[in-house]
């Protein structure tokens, strides 16, 4: 079973906390590299476009004629290949249906979880919701440097519904995000630096069943 550091919420080290199941599961790498493939794919609206030959404002009309002239035969000058023309095998529209079944989305955030809490890059503080001040946030993230020992350039905080205000507080702050629980994704958790739960996520065991 992997532990994780646990902090109060003004920065003293409480000791460990044994972490759920569901942050020792089996590693499966190709799983976590096709779930965060779909979330990138999918982050990309795909409505890039170019204007073919037909569609640019230029005239149609035949440029010189066929023969005779001693250069290349040429049609109108709205070919790709004249200053002006459209755009050959240029991007077109694409609606992106790449998806996740439920049961693999939920084994891929297993499978960060696990790495991250290997990695001890996960960290639990006790009674979070009692921030009220951007200063005492700020203060907790430069002692939790100290007491790691390691310099950590990102920051991501678990939260859950009795921490609903946290998050004014720490919009302020650099390199650091929030994300309710049940939003908690694949992509997210990976891109997220060193994560940080609130302990009450974990008095429900009901809850942390849920990953999504």
């Known amino acids: 079973m992997n532990k994780a550091n646990l902090y109060s919420f003004s920065g003293t080290n409480l000791g460990t906390f044994s972490l759920p199941k569901n942050f020792d599961s089996e590693v499966n790498m190709k799983l976590l590299a096709q779930a965060v493939h779909v979330y990138e794919d999918r982050a990309h609206i795909g409505l890039a ?8 404002n230029r005239t149609k009309k035949k440029w010189y004629k066929q023969k005779g002239t001693g250069g290349a035969r040429h049609g109108a000058r709205s070919a790709h290949i004249f200053v ?3 755009v050959a095998h240029g991007p077109q ?4 249906e790449l998806t996740l079944p439920l049961k693999m989305r939920r084994k891929s955030l297993e499978v960060v979880l696990t790495l991250k809490a290997k990695d001890k890059e996960i ?4 009674g979070i919701s009692k921030i009220t001040k951007t200063k005492e946030a700020k203060d907790f993230l430069s002692k939790i440097v100290k ?9 991501t905080f678990i939260l859950g519904s009795a921490d609903r205000e946290v998050p004014r507080f720490l919009s302020n702050l650099e ?9 908690l994704n694949v992509y997210t958790a990976f891109n997220g630096g ?16 849920k990953s999504k």
């Open 194 to 209: 060193t994560l940080v739960f609130s302990k009450d996520l974990f008095e429900d065991k009901k809850t942390v069943k």
């Open 175 to 183: 390199n650091v995000d929030t994300v309710s629980y049940k939003d």
């Open 49 to 56: 476009k170019t204007k073919t030959r037909s569609e640019v």
């Open 123 to 126: 960290l639990v503080v006790d």
């Open 84 to 86: 002006g023309g459209g």
């Open 147 to 155: 007491r790691e020992g390691r310099k950590i350039k990102r920051w």
């Open 93 to 96: 529209p694409l609606k992106r």
